[in-house]
């Protein structure tokens, strides 16, 4: 009964630092607060003109923890991919070419590594049966 005691503690500390680790990677940087606020300030006066003709106040408002997290062009509600996807939609493209275009980094890198595994699996089973 002691060993499952331990075991179950163990198993609990692991978890705990499992879950911290993956809530310290997703977090952003506590020094992020003033240079987002400044951004706030400086794209509101640059695009004021914008925000007052069409009332899209969310448009002035770059979220820096998200650029922070490799999203250059915000979240999935920015204003950048919503208007992408929005014409993906009017224009109905779908599929693979969605993808593409919503993510050209990491689908040509998915085709790039999809036929790199082609090769190599081709070039291992000609040397494995070269002739049959």
């Not at 705990?16 to 400044?38: H, I, M, R």
């Not at 109905?92 to 790039?112: M, Q, T």
Request: charged share 25%; glycine share 8%; net charge negative.
């Amino acid at each position: 009964m002691l060993t499952q005691v331990i075991d179950t503690k163990n198993q609990a500390i692991n978890k705990a630092v499992l879950e911290e680790q993956n809530c310290q990677d997703g977090a952003v940087p506590n020094w992020l607060g003033d240079a987002q606020k400044t951004s706030d300030i400086a794209l509101t006066i640059v695009i004021l003109p914008f925000v007052a003709l069409t009332q899209n106040y969310a448009a002035a408002h770059i979220d820096l923890g998200e650029v922070y997290k490799g999203r250059p062009l915000g979240g999935d509600n920015a204003l950048i991919p919503k208007a992408r996807a929005d014409v993906l939609d009017a224009l109905k493209i779908d599929g693979d070419a969605r993808k593409f275009l919503e993510n050209p980094v990491v689908e040509a890198g998915n085709v790039v590594t999809g036929t790199a595994e082609v090769v190599v699996k081709a070039v291992e089973d000609f040397f494995k049966k070269p002739f049959g």
